[in-house]
Structure formats: structure tokens, C-alpha cells
């Protein structure tokens, strides 16, 4: 288990380019989480994953934003049309849910996704 | 709507103890969470305590909670220079279902000086 890694550890791009930033997860984990983080603040949900489905989006997650879970493993989060404010570091996080009526949930994060928009 | 506070920074000196501070506004948060951010990193989880509890004590770690003023605080005994990190406060309500539920203060960075 080498934990949740991302890719890549940085992204440099211009306004209006298209990006795509991919989370590994803990290979058993059937929750994944995306979170926004910039300078000076926590980490704001964007969104999560409970296998392959799609369970709810912030309403921060704008229509440039789209996110996959193809086949309950690993996930994918493209900007399209990036602008200055999209800059931030983008954190994915996995668990395990367990049964019903477990609410504790622990969250394993990756070491982000830097986007830089310039 | 719900919130977490924690003031921004902290500075102890080595060997001291450090005591970091968190207020939250959901009465109905069942588990309480303190993440650690080194730079450059993600978040690690460092202890949680449940909402029945008022302490939790893990080696050098001690979580208060005071559910009446909600009000979580987490010491550091005997801090090191590896301790320098930005601790977040994080809540999460009970039964829910979505992790939006998750909710993380600003964080409060902690820097050591010999």
C-alpha cells in the first residue's frame, strides 16, 4: 500500500487551456474525495466518489469542472477553460466506508496537484 | 451555517508544550479531527476523538473536547522541531452521508524556536 498518489505534482498552464489531474487511490478504498486548497485556508470539497458513482458536488464545482471514477479505482478531474482563479492545489483524499450506521471516517489524502493558471 | 475557527499561528519552543485551539458551530458534529499539513504535502490525520468523549490521549497527543462550548483543543507534549506543520481542525456531523459534511478550519500553523 504506497497510500494516494497524484499526478501530476504540478501543472503550470495558460488561461483558457483545458487540464486534467489524475488520484490514485488506496487500493482498497471505495470512497475518493477531490478538494480544493489555497493559500492560507482548508481544504473545500469539491466533490466524492463511492465506487464509480458520482454522489454529490459542491456547488463550487463549476461546469468547467468534471470529474470521473470510470471503474471505482482511479479518478480523474478536468478544468476546462481554465482562468486565474482556478490556481490552487488540488487534494484528493480516499476511505473506506464501512458498514451502515459507521460515520467516522477517516480521510487519506494525496500530496496534491499545484495548478498554477497564469 | 457551520464554520470552524482556529486562530492562524502558533510559536512554542522547543520541549514546550503546544496547545492549539479550535471552535466549531454544528452542535450535531459526532467526530472531531486534527489533520497536519507538512509543506508541500497532503493532509495526514493525526487523532479524532468521538463526541461522547472529552479526552482522548495518544503518546505525545491530547484532544479536549468541550462539547457545551464547542470547543476542541489539541496538545503537543514535549514539541519537536518535526512538529512544525499547519494543524487543521476538521468536523464532520452525525449520520451523514456526504463527505461535504466534512468541514476544516483555516488551520493554525505551528513554528518552533530553539
Known amino acids: 500500500d504506497t497510500g494516494v498518489s497524484q499526478d501530476p505534482r504540478h501543472k503550470i498552464t495558460k488561461r483558457g487551456q483545458n487540464v486534467t489531474f489524475r488520484c490514485d487511490p488506496i487500493?482498497?478504498?471505495?470512497?475518493l474525495y477531490w478538494y480544493r486548497q489555497t493559500l492560507g485556508q482548508g481544504p473545500e470539497f469539491l466533490t466524492y466518489?463511492?465506487?464509480?458513482?458520482?454522489?454529490?458536488k459542491s456547488r463550487l464545482l463549476s461546469d468547467r469542472f468534471s470529474a470521473e471514477r470510470p471503474k471505482g479505482s482511479f479518478s480523474t478531474l478536468e478544468i476546462q477553460r481554465t482562468e486565474q482563479g482556478d490556481s490552487a492545489m488540488y487534494l484528493c483524499?480516499?476511505?473506506?466506508?464501512?458498514?451502515?450506521?459507521?460515520?467516522?471516517?477517516?480521510?487519506?489524502f494525496g500530496s496534491g496537484t499545484q495548478l498554477s493558471v497564469l | 451555517g457551520e464554520d470552524v475557527e482556529q486562530s492562524l499561528f502558533l510559536s512554542v519552543r522547543e520541549g514546550d508544550s503546544s496547545v492549539i485551539n479550535c471552535t466549531y458551530t454544528d452542535s450535531s458534529s459526532t467526530y472531531l479531527y486534527w489533520y497536519k499539513q507538512e509543506p508541500g504535502a497532503g493532509l495526514q490525520l493525526l487523532t479524532y476523538i468521538f463526541s461522547n468523549m472529552d479526552m482522548k490521549q495518544d503518546q505525545r497527543l491530547t484532544v479536549l473536547l468541550n462539547k457545551k462550548d464547542k470547543h476542541l483543543s489539541l496538545r503537543i507534549a514535549d514539541t519537536q522541531t518535526g512538529d512544525s506543520a499547519i494543524y487543521f481542525c476538521?468536523?464532520?456531523?452525525?449520520?451523514?452521508?456526504?463527505?461535504?459534511?466534512?468541514?476544516f478550519g483555516s488551520g493554525t500553523r505551528l513554528s518552533i524556536r530553539p
Open positions: 476538521a468536523e464532520t456531523g452525525e449520520g451523514y452521508s456526504s463527505a461535504s459534511k466534512i468541514i
Open positions: 487500493s482498497e478504498h471505495n470512497r
Open positions: 483524499a480516499s476511505s473506506l466506508r464501512g458498514p451502515a450506521g459507521t460515520t467516522n471516517e477517516k480521510l487519506f
Open positions: 466518489f463511492q465506487n464509480e458513482a458520482q454522489l454529490e
